[in-house]
């Protein structure tokens, strides 16, 4: 039975494309659709889940077969002080929107991913982390009350004191400790909507973890992109970009019609290791070369993929894989050399490969993916099996070094690296909504 206010479709994926199948989707534009329609699914005896905007890139913003409650309409500003630069926000509002209603006033988003298109939803329920983690923390750190709703409880608002342990279980809780309906946000002052950006090139990893030092001081935004098909002299060649906001008091905003639309899904023959090499080497070369210090855009700085709308299908029609771990700087060094050796030799790896350090600014989120040490994130195209055997390598790389990966990213990890990288997963399960699951969520704890 289709549950009253929800429709079937297989056209809601996640921004790997993978996995696919079918959902009930309902789309409330008010939040006081919320318990009717979630107590529609629970009478079709289907679980439910919020979902956003689906930039997460596995399944944990699917819940296949089951009932899912799009929350992109439910987007207004409820309240926003221009003093203190407190919003309140139902939890459909974009990154995107929010930034055009608080830019003008000089205010910021405290963190953000690497794309705007996220709710505020979907950046609280993955904790999302951006450029100044090792300054910021993650979005949970500036989060100060949330409105959830419960099947148990109906409507209740959390906060670090009020309900304390179900509020840490949201942070980060994948969308399976209710359906968050608005959230509270500390957004922080910014003097200008351009940054100086530097870009220094490195020839290796210790030249890496020398930089990220020296600019954990002096910069509040570092991150590297890094050349994954390099290997012997030049393994983990690549560039190092660090920047500051300015403080010229520009308040130009960035414009979403603006971009251009990746035309096609790539077919597999054109990704191959050849053109992968060719193009980290030319990217590596053309970057070397550009100017070092830049004025630049928020929109140049913290969105670059945005300009390039539906770029994921670069990784042709079957989809790809998202691979991001988190190893502790104790091991970081050499399992971080471990895991570009082993991507380089398997001659498959990415365009774009990212590697940035975390500080310790202590999220309250159980589930939170950052920890002090170094992240490293990169795209695999779906080949089935030879992506799969890599990635199995990559986990034992990660596990023996005490890493975890990111579940905003993941769509394959077995459920004993799960539990390994999170120990307080079983104290999370306790608060899960009885009424919620995903399909990670069923992969990971039942599977
Ligand atoms: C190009 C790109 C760059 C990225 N860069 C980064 C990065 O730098 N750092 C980072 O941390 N992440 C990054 N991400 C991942 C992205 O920030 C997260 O996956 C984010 O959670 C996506 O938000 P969404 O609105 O699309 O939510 P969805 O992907 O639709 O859902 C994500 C999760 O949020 C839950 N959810 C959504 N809305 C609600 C709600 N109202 N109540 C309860 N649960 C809800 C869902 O159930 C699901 O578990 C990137 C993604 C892309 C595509």
Redesign the pocket.
């Known amino acids: 039975m289709i549950p009253p206010g929800y429709h079937p479709t297989d056209r809601k994926r996640?921004?790997g494309r993978l996995p696919r199948g079918l959902q009930y989707v309902a789309e409330p534009t008010f939040h006081d659709e919320i318990p009717r329609l979630a107590q529609a699914a629970g009478a079709a005896e289907m679980s439910v889940?919020?979902?956003?905007?689906?930039?997460?890139?596995g399944d944990?913003?699917l819940n296949l077969g089951q009932a899912a409650i799009d929350?992109r309409r439910v987007d207004r500003v409820m309240a926003f002080d221009w003093t203190t630069g407190v919003i309140r926000a139902e939890?459909?509002l974009s990154l995107s929107d929010l930034i055009t209603r608080v830019a003008p006033h000089g205010w910021f988003p405290p963190t953000t991913?690497?794309?705007r298109?996220?709710?505020l939803?979907?950046?609280v329920?993955?904790d999302?982390?951006?450029k100044n983690h090792h300054r910021a923390g993650s979005i949970g750190v500036s989060v100060r009350r949330l409105g959830l709703w419960r099947s148990d409880r109906g409507l209740i608002e959390i906060s670090p004191t009020e309900e304390p342990d179900l509020f840490a279980a949201t942070i980060g809780g994948?969308?399976l400790t209710?359906?968050?309906?608005w959230v509270e946000l500390q957004l922080v002052p910014i003097a200008s909507t351009h940054l100086d950006q530097e870009n220094i090139a490195f020839g290796g990893l210790d030249e890496f973890f020398a930089l990220a030092d020296e600019s954990a001081q002096s910069h509040e935004h570092t991150v590297s992109w890094i050349d994954c098909a390099s290997r012997g002299a030049s393994l983990g060649r690549g560039i190092f970009s660090r920047a500051n906001w300015r403080t010229d008091g520009r308040r130009d905003l960035h414009d979403d019609a603006k971009g251009i639309t990746f035309p096609i899904d790539l077919p597999g023959f054109a990704l191959n290791p050849l053109s992968l090499k060719l193009f980290n080497t030319v990217y590596y070369g053309r970057q070397k070369s550009k100017p070092a210090l830049q004025d630049l855009h928020y929109e140049q700085v913290f969105y670059p993929?945005d300009a390039i709308f539906g770029w994921n299908r670069l990784y042709g029609a079957g989809g790809f894989y998202q691979y991001q771990c988190v190893i502790p700087p104790e091991t970081a060094r050499d399992a971080v050399a471990e895991l570009l050796d082993a991507i380089s030799r398997s001659g498959q790896g990415s365009f774009l490969a990212v590697l940035k350090t975390f500080g310790d600014v202590v999220s309250p989120g159980l589930l939170s993916?950052p920890r002090p040490g170094v992240t490293l994130a990169l795209d695999f195209a779906n080949r089935g099996d030879a992506a799969h055997m890599l990635m199995a390598r990559l986990d034992d790389i990660v596990l023996a070094a005490g890493g975890r990966l990111y579940p905003?990213?993941d769509g394959r990890m077995p459920p004993v690296l799960f539990k390994a990288g999170y120990p307080e997963w079983s104290r999370f399960a306790r608060q899960v909504d009885p009424a919620c699951s995903?399909s990670f969520w069923r992969r990971i704890h039942h599977g």
């Open positions: 996640s921004w889940l919020a979902i956003g905007l689906g930039r997460s890139y944990s913003g929350m939890a459909g991913p690497g794309t298109f996220v709710t939803g979907g950046a329920a993955n999302v982390h951006g994948l969308g209710g359906l968050i309906q993929l993916f905003a990213k995903s």
